[in-house]
T-cell receptor, first 115, second 112 residues
Protein backbone atom coordinates (compact mmCIF):
# COMPACT_ATOMS: atom_id res chain seq x y z
CA UNK A 1 0.00 0.00 0.00
CA UNK A 2 1.12 3.55 -0.65
CA UNK A 3 2.04 5.73 2.28
CA UNK A 4 4.62 5.96 5.00
CA UNK A 5 5.56 2.99 7.15
CA UNK A 6 7.79 2.50 10.15
CA UNK A 7 9.39 -0.61 11.56
CA UNK A 8 9.50 -2.03 14.06
CA UNK A 9 6.36 -0.69 15.76
CA UNK A 10 7.66 -1.71 19.18
CA UNK A 11 11.22 -2.28 20.34
CA UNK A 12 12.78 -3.05 23.68
CA UNK A 13 16.54 -2.80 23.96
CA UNK A 14 19.24 -2.41 26.55
CA UNK A 15 21.46 0.51 27.39
CA UNK A 16 24.50 0.66 25.14
CA UNK A 17 23.05 -1.33 22.25
CA UNK A 18 22.76 0.01 18.74
CA UNK A 19 19.21 0.31 17.41
CA UNK A 20 18.00 1.28 13.95
CA UNK A 21 14.48 2.48 13.29
CA UNK A 22 13.29 2.23 9.71
CA UNK A 23 11.10 4.61 7.74
CA UNK A 24 9.85 4.02 4.21
CA UNK A 25 7.59 6.20 2.05
CA UNK A 26 6.11 5.49 -1.36
CA UNK A 27 5.16 9.03 -2.40
CA UNK A 28 8.65 10.02 -3.60
CA UNK A 29 8.53 12.99 -1.23
CA UNK A 30 11.89 14.71 -1.13
CA UNK A 31 11.65 15.87 2.49
CA UNK A 32 11.72 13.42 5.37
CA UNK A 33 11.79 14.03 9.11
CA UNK A 34 12.35 12.20 12.37
CA UNK A 35 10.60 13.33 15.57
CA UNK A 36 10.45 12.06 19.08
CA UNK A 37 7.38 12.49 21.24
CA UNK A 38 7.61 12.62 25.01
CA UNK A 39 5.06 13.67 27.61
CA UNK A 40 5.32 17.38 28.21
CA UNK A 41 7.48 18.02 25.15
CA UNK A 42 5.19 17.47 22.20
CA UNK A 43 6.95 16.63 18.94
CA UNK A 44 10.64 17.47 18.76
CA UNK A 45 12.61 17.30 15.54
CA UNK A 46 15.67 15.05 15.63
CA UNK A 47 16.93 15.13 12.03
CA UNK A 48 15.54 15.98 8.65
CA UNK A 49 16.51 15.43 5.04
CA UNK A 50 15.77 17.54 1.98
CA UNK A 51 16.80 14.86 -0.51
CA UNK A 52 18.89 11.74 -0.84
CA UNK A 53 22.34 12.27 0.67
CA UNK A 54 21.29 15.60 2.25
CA UNK A 55 20.58 15.56 5.98
CA UNK A 56 20.63 18.14 8.74
CA UNK A 57 20.22 18.34 12.49
CA UNK A 58 17.00 19.31 14.16
CA UNK A 59 16.33 20.38 17.71
CA UNK A 60 17.54 17.24 19.55
CA UNK A 61 20.11 15.38 17.38
CA UNK A 62 22.57 14.21 20.05
CA UNK A 63 22.91 10.42 20.23
CA UNK A 64 21.28 9.85 16.84
CA UNK A 65 22.61 9.24 13.34
CA UNK A 66 20.70 9.27 10.06
CA UNK A 67 21.41 8.39 6.48
CA UNK A 68 19.48 8.71 3.27
CA UNK A 69 20.95 6.80 0.38
CA UNK A 70 17.56 6.42 -1.32
CA UNK A 71 14.70 8.92 -1.53
CA UNK A 72 12.18 6.48 -0.06
CA UNK A 73 14.13 5.40 3.03
CA UNK A 74 15.30 7.39 6.04
CA UNK A 75 16.67 5.17 8.82
CA UNK A 76 17.40 6.54 12.28
CA UNK A 77 20.16 4.90 14.32
CA UNK A 78 20.79 5.15 18.03
CA UNK A 79 24.47 4.27 18.17
CA UNK A 80 24.54 3.52 21.90
CA UNK A 81 21.05 3.64 23.36
CA UNK A 82 20.43 5.41 26.67
CA UNK A 83 17.38 5.35 28.94
CA UNK A 84 16.67 8.97 28.05
CA UNK A 85 16.03 7.83 24.48
CA UNK A 86 12.99 5.86 25.60
CA UNK A 87 10.28 7.56 23.56
CA UNK A 88 7.86 7.27 20.68
CA UNK A 89 9.53 8.04 17.36
CA UNK A 90 7.68 9.36 14.33
CA UNK A 91 8.83 9.64 10.78
CA UNK A 92 7.19 12.12 8.42
CA UNK A 93 7.54 13.23 4.83
CA UNK A 94 6.51 16.19 2.70
CA UNK A 95 6.66 17.38 -0.87
CA UNK A 96 8.12 20.90 -1.06
CA UNK A 97 6.90 21.62 -4.59
CA UNK A 98 3.77 23.67 -5.09
CA UNK A 99 1.76 25.57 -2.53
CA UNK A 100 1.22 22.73 -0.07
CA UNK A 101 4.84 22.04 0.66
CA UNK A 102 4.58 22.40 4.41
CA UNK A 103 2.09 19.56 4.85
CA UNK A 104 3.85 16.69 6.56
CA UNK A 105 2.46 13.16 6.61
CA UNK A 106 3.32 10.94 9.52
CA UNK A 107 4.01 7.26 9.95
CA UNK A 108 2.39 5.19 12.72
CA UNK A 109 5.35 5.53 15.08
CA UNK A 110 7.84 3.24 16.82
CA UNK A 111 7.61 2.86 20.57
CA UNK A 112 11.15 2.35 21.88
CA UNK A 113 11.99 1.31 25.42
CA UNK A 114 15.60 1.34 26.59
CA UNK A 115 16.17 -0.70 29.75
CA UNK B 1 14.05 29.56 18.72
CA UNK B 2 10.50 29.75 17.47
CA UNK B 3 7.82 28.51 19.85
CA UNK B 4 4.11 27.96 19.66
CA UNK B 5 1.87 28.36 22.68
CA UNK B 6 -1.13 26.08 22.38
CA UNK B 7 -4.06 26.28 24.75
CA UNK B 8 -5.76 24.82 26.54
CA UNK B 9 -3.50 21.90 27.45
CA UNK B 10 -6.48 19.65 28.05
CA UNK B 11 -10.25 19.71 27.86
CA UNK B 12 -12.91 17.40 29.25
CA UNK B 13 -16.28 18.09 27.69
CA UNK B 14 -19.72 16.60 27.29
CA UNK B 15 -20.73 15.04 24.00
CA UNK B 16 -22.50 17.61 21.83
CA UNK B 17 -20.57 20.59 23.15
CA UNK B 18 -18.48 22.84 20.93
CA UNK B 19 -14.71 23.00 21.43
CA UNK B 20 -12.24 25.77 20.75
CA UNK B 21 -8.44 25.70 20.95
CA UNK B 22 -5.80 28.08 19.73
CA UNK B 23 -2.13 28.63 19.06
CA UNK B 24 -0.13 31.80 19.30
CA UNK B 25 3.42 32.66 18.40
CA UNK B 26 5.80 35.60 18.59
CA UNK B 27 6.92 34.72 15.05
CA UNK B 28 5.12 35.01 11.74
CA UNK B 29 4.25 31.84 9.86
CA UNK B 30 3.27 31.35 6.23
CA UNK B 31 1.34 28.18 6.99
CA UNK B 32 -0.77 26.93 9.88
CA UNK B 33 -1.63 23.27 10.12
CA UNK B 34 -3.84 21.34 12.52
CA UNK B 35 -3.25 17.66 13.27
CA UNK B 36 -5.08 15.07 15.34
CA UNK B 37 -3.39 12.14 17.02
CA UNK B 38 -5.38 9.12 18.11
CA UNK B 39 -3.92 6.95 20.89
CA UNK B 40 -1.10 4.75 19.58
CA UNK B 41 -1.11 6.37 16.14
CA UNK B 42 0.75 9.07 14.27
CA UNK B 43 -0.64 12.59 13.81
CA UNK B 44 -3.09 12.99 10.93
CA UNK B 45 -3.50 16.26 9.07
CA UNK B 46 -6.94 17.82 9.58
CA UNK B 47 -6.73 21.28 8.06
CA UNK B 48 -4.05 23.34 6.32
CA UNK B 49 -4.20 27.13 6.10
CA UNK B 50 -2.07 29.15 3.69
CA UNK B 51 -3.44 32.71 3.71
CA UNK B 52 -3.73 35.25 6.50
CA UNK B 53 -7.40 35.58 7.43
CA UNK B 54 -8.32 32.30 5.74
CA UNK B 55 -11.20 30.39 7.31
CA UNK B 56 -11.45 26.72 6.33
CA UNK B 57 -13.87 23.99 7.30
CA UNK B 58 -13.59 20.23 7.22
CA UNK B 59 -16.89 18.73 8.35
CA UNK B 60 -17.46 19.79 11.94
CA UNK B 61 -14.00 21.34 12.13
CA UNK B 62 -13.28 24.98 11.37
CA UNK B 63 -9.87 26.62 11.52
CA UNK B 64 -8.68 30.16 10.89
CA UNK B 65 -5.31 31.66 10.00
CA UNK B 66 -4.96 34.85 12.05
CA UNK B 67 -4.64 38.18 10.30
CA UNK B 68 -1.34 38.91 12.03
CA UNK B 69 -0.04 35.47 10.87
CA UNK B 70 0.97 34.81 14.46
CA UNK B 71 -2.02 32.79 15.56
CA UNK B 72 -4.61 30.23 14.57
CA UNK B 73 -7.64 28.61 16.14
CA UNK B 74 -9.50 25.34 15.66
CA UNK B 75 -13.15 24.86 16.51
CA UNK B 76 -14.98 21.55 16.71
CA UNK B 77 -18.74 21.74 16.69
CA UNK B 78 -21.11 19.22 18.27
CA UNK B 79 -18.35 16.97 19.64
CA UNK B 80 -18.70 13.20 19.50
CA UNK B 81 -16.76 10.48 21.35
CA UNK B 82 -14.47 9.78 18.38
CA UNK B 83 -13.15 13.36 18.64
CA UNK B 84 -11.06 12.15 21.59
CA UNK B 85 -7.35 12.56 21.01
CA UNK B 86 -4.53 15.07 21.00
CA UNK B 87 -4.77 18.05 18.68
CA UNK B 88 -1.59 19.76 17.53
CA UNK B 89 -1.10 23.05 15.77
CA UNK B 90 1.97 23.55 13.61
CA UNK B 91 3.43 26.60 11.96
CA UNK B 92 5.50 26.52 8.80
CA UNK B 93 7.60 28.99 6.86
CA UNK B 94 7.52 27.86 3.26
CA UNK B 95 10.96 27.75 1.78
CA UNK B 96 12.58 27.23 5.16
CA UNK B 97 13.55 23.58 4.61
CA UNK B 98 9.95 22.42 5.09
CA UNK B 99 10.33 22.27 8.87
CA UNK B 100 7.32 22.77 11.10
CA UNK B 101 7.14 24.11 14.64
CA UNK B 102 4.60 22.19 16.73
CA UNK B 103 2.51 23.31 19.66
CA UNK B 104 2.46 21.20 22.81
CA UNK B 105 -0.93 19.73 22.00
CA UNK B 106 -4.44 19.89 23.42
CA UNK B 107 -5.76 16.65 24.87
CA UNK B 108 -9.50 16.34 24.32
CA UNK B 109 -11.71 13.96 26.24
CA UNK B 110 -15.41 13.65 25.44
CA UNK B 111 -17.89 12.25 27.90
CA UNK B 112 -20.76 10.41 26.19
Amino acid sequence: DAGITQSPRYKITETGRQVTLMCHQTWSHSYMFWYRQDLGHGLRLIYYSAAADITDKGEVPDGYVVSRSKTENFPLTLESATRSQTSVYFCASSDPTGGEGDEQFFGPGTRLTVL
Amino acid sequence: GQQLNQSPQSMFIQEGEDVSMNCTSSSIFNTWLWYKQDPGEGPVLLIALYKAGELTSNGRLTAQFGITRKDSFLNISASIPSDVGIYFCAGGSSGNTGKLIFGQGTTLQVKP
